[in-house]
């Protein structure tokens, strides 16, 4: 596979796992990454976790991803190299980067921490680098990473069930915060059970709150209650138990990442409810307005956090013991479960042991 010339000026070699077009299949890729500035870190990738907007990505389900695709924004490590100007970090260090590497640092978004909403932030794959470079992401064996874009790592933690608090965590503790979600006490509704649903009831019970698991899957009821301590759990096809708890719950975090119809979550809101939505359906959702008159109620959106924010998330995880139930798969898996991330068939979310597989299949 040819690359371009401003690839190969890189010495720091990298060998990971890449698509070259839009039917995702993954297969072993040589490239090179920037070699390690003032400012950088690299890092010896250990755990990559595999999140949806992967799959998304590999199928270009979104209509912008550059191939060749190395993806994977979920990253757990340790540091083989520091730049002569990073205070933050050490030698040894186990380290994690999430979904963004680069912002321009001044604009508004990034002077108040919320470098993920800044205009020109840098993705951690299928992007492009300050210095007009590729980003490839953690299904590949290093990464060399601006130091603010590093996050430390609870010690007492274990490190592969971190890594997807790096995207699906913070993208549901974000919007618990902001929009005034952690209130001890109150009604929380999880819509989903996935990669991103299971966080936010472990969440919502660190929280205080009392949290229903809204799900289309009865036989993830066992699950929800008793292994992740959810209060209670309604079957959204059950138009008896959705009629019983209309106007129940305070507010909702709908993690979906398929089409489907909002209009019997806001059903299940209270007077001034809010649902908020975080999953990403490649085509539009229609949005009745009628409950949000009649019942004073919101509709927001939020994506993932700012790095402070992802920082105060893995250090909350580490107080309340909080960690992704995960299925660690080698690196030559990695067809198959994309395969079975797209039938929802992971609990609840899978994650490459980079470290110990990846170097068996080189070329």
């Known amino acids: 596979m040819a690359k371009s010339a401003i690839e190969e000026e890189h010495p720091n070699k990298a060998f990971g796992f890449a698509a070259t077009d839009s039917t995702g299949f993954l297969s072993p890729f040589r490239f090179s990454r920037r070699e390690n500035g003032p400012e950088d870190v690299t890092i010896q990738i250990q755990y990559c976790g595999v999140c949806h907007s992967d799959l998304h990505i590999l199928k270009n389900d979104w209509g912008f991803t550059r191939y060749p695709v190395v993806p994977g924004?979920?990253?757990?490590?340790?540091i083989t190299k520091v730049g002569t100007n990073v205070t933050k970090f050490k030698l040894g260090e186990l380290v994690g980067?999430?979904?963004?590497?680069?912002?321009?640092?001044?604009?508004?978004?990034?002077?108040?921490?919320?470098?993920?909403?800044?205009?020109?932030?840098?993705?951690?794959?299928?992007?492009?680098?300050?210095?007009?470079?590729?980003t490839y992401g953690g299904y590949s064996n290093n990464i060399v990473v601006y130091q603010r874009f590093v996050l430390k790592i609870p010690d007492n933690l274990p490190p592969a069930t971190v890594a997807p608090l790096l995207c699906a965590g913070i993208t549901v503790y974000s919007p618990m915060n902001y929009y005034g979600m952690a209130i001890s006490g109150?009604?929380?509704?999880?819509?989903?059970?996935?990669?991103?649903?299971?966080?936010?009831?472990?969440?919502?019970?660190?929280?205080?709150?009392?949290?229903?698991?809204?799900?289309?899957?009865?036989?993830?009821?066992?699950?929800?209650?008793?292994?992740?301590?959810?209060?209670?759990f309604l079957v959204s096809t059950d138009a008896v138990t959705m009629k019983a708890a209309k106007g129940s719950m305070d507010f909702i975090i709908d993690t979906v990442s398929a089409v489907h119809s909002l209009e019997p979550l806001l059903g299940l809101l209270k007077m001034n409810g809010k649902l908020v939505t975080v999953g990403l359906p490649?085509?539009?959702?229609?949005?009745?307005?009628?409950?949000?008159?009649?019942?004073?109620?919101?509709?927001?959106?939020?994506?993932?956090?700012?790095?402070?924010?992802?920082?105060?998330?893995?250090?909350?995880?580490?107080?309340?013991?909080?960690?992704?139930?995960?299925?660690?798969i080698k690196m030559d898996y990695i067809n198959t479960a994309i395969e079975r991330l797209a039938k929802s068939d992971v609990r609840y979310r899978f994650v490459i042991d980079v470290a110990n597989s990846l170097s068996s299949c080189r070329m």
């Open 282 to 328: 490649n085509k539009p959702l229609e949005l009745p307005i009628f409950p949000l008159v009649f019942g004073r109620k919101m509709v927001g959106g939020s994506d993932i956090g700012g790095m402070k924010e992802t920082q105060e998330m893995l250090d909350f995880c580490g107080k309340h013991n909080i960690t992704a139930e995960i299925e660690l």
């Open 73 to 78: 924004h979920e990253i757990v490590g340790i």
């Open 186 to 232: 109150k009604h929380l509704g999880v819509c989903g059970l996935g990669g991103l649903g299971h966080v936010a009831v472990k969440f919502g019970k660190a929280f205080g709150l009392k949290v229903t698991v809204i799900s289309t899957s009865p036989n993830k009821e066992d699950e929800a209650l008793k292994v992740l301590g959810a209060d209670s």
């Open 97 to 134: 980067v999430g979904v963004i590497v680069g912002s321009c640092e001044k604009c508004e978004c990034c002077q108040e921490d919320l470098e993920n909403y800044c205009p020109n932030a840098i993705f951690t794959y299928n992007s492009r680098d300050k210095d007009g470079t590729r």
